[in-house]
């Protein structure tokens, strides 16, 4: 079809068609192809989503420089369409991908972009999550603390629970605040479901700040609670 009728409404869907069908396949060679093919086109929908899918397979295959390169370049020509924030994630998590701390403070910032300028989308969450994580990565846990306090205003109901209020405690940990990082690990603890494989490791991270902090009590406590 996409070669008898290229000019028909219907070429640029059966072109995405087959090229998601290669890269299902496994036959991201092929895959690649077809979706450079739709870059390059007028469409500029249709290339937004093809720069996300050509991002993820590189990404897939460790080539986080060469997705920091599409999506650059499509963002420098513009963005159109639902994949346009997902693209700007690719960007973010090539980045993040990246060896230097240069590279992940660009994944933060960027991360924290998305969050901040489009807070209702799906993947708001997730990116401002990351951008909480790469912040304590990269020593700035009062930043960190900031971020996970704003995630936890916005997404109540998350699912990142857990490793949230973790990103909490240990910031106030590291901001040697610890009653608060007390409190944050006591918290994490009492939200944590008993087979949790980390929840002893973290009855123990909220006993030592207890402790550290010169609450003997709590820390007994802490202990005695969770045997």
């Given at each position: 079809?996409?070669?008898d009728y290229p000019d028909s409404s219907l070429a640029q869907p059966a072109q995405l068609a087959k090229a998601q069908s290669f890269s299902r396949a496994g036959k991201t060679d092929l895959a690649e192809i077809e979706f450079e093919i739709i870059r390059q086109g007028d469409d500029l929908s249709a290339s937004t989503e093809a720069v996300h899918w050509l991002a993820r397979i590189k990404l897939s295959q460790g080539k986080n420089d060469e997705a920091v390169a599409i999506t650059s370049a499509q963002i420098a020509e513009?963005?159109?369409?639902?994949?346009?924030?997902?693209v700007r994630l690719d960007l973010a998590d090539a980045m993040a991908?990246?060896?230097?701390?240069e590279d992940k403070t660009k994944a933060k910032e960027q991360y924290y972009a998305i969050y901040n300028e489009s807070a209702n989308h799906p993947l708001a969450p997730r990116s401002l999550f990351n951008a909480a994580v790469?912040?304590?990565?990269?020593?700035?846990?009062?930043?960190?603390?900031s971020y996970s306090d704003q995630f936890l205003e916005a997404f109540p109901s998350t699912n990142l629970l857990l490793e949230i209020t973790?990103?909490?405690?240990?910031?106030?940990?590291?901001l040697d605040?610890?009653?608060?990082?007390?409190?944050?690990?006591?918290?994490l603890v009492s939200i944590t479901p008993a087979d949790h494989p980390q929840?002893?490791?973290w009855i123990l991270r909220?006993?030592?700040t207890w402790n550290s902090a010169g609450k003997a009590d709590k820390t007994i406590a802490m202990l005695a609670g969770n045997p």
């Amino acid at each position: 079809m996409i070669a008898d009728y290229p000019d028909s409404s219907l070429a640029q869907p059966a072109q995405l068609a087959k090229a998601q069908s290669f890269s299902r396949a496994g036959k991201t060679d092929l895959a690649e192809i077809e979706f450079e093919i739709i870059r390059q086109g007028d469409d500029l929908s249709a290339s937004t989503e093809a720069v996300h899918w050509l991002a993820r397979i590189k990404l897939s295959q460790g080539k986080n420089d060469e997705a920091v390169a599409i999506t650059s370049a499509q963002i420098a020509e513009g963005l159109e369409g639902e994949f346009s924030i997902p693209v700007r994630l690719d960007l973010a998590d090539a980045m993040a991908a990246g060896k230097t701390s240069e590279d992940k403070t660009k994944a933060k910032e960027q991360y924290y972009a998305i969050y901040n300028e489009s807070a209702n989308h799906p993947l708001a969450p997730r990116s401002l999550f990351n951008a909480a994580v790469l912040s304590l990565q990269l020593a700035n846990p009062r930043e960190a603390l900031s971020y996970s306090d704003q995630f936890l205003e916005a997404f109540p109901s998350t699912n990142l629970l857990l490793e949230i209020t973790y990103i909490k405690a240990e910031s106030h940990n590291q901001l040697d605040e610890l009653e608060l990082a007390s409190a944050a690990f006591s918290q994490l603890v009492s939200i944590t479901p008993a087979d949790h494989p980390q929840k002893s490791e973290w009855i123990l991270r909220a006993a030592n700040t207890w402790n550290s902090a010169g609450k003997a009590d709590k820390t007994i406590a802490m202990l005695a609670g969770n045997p």
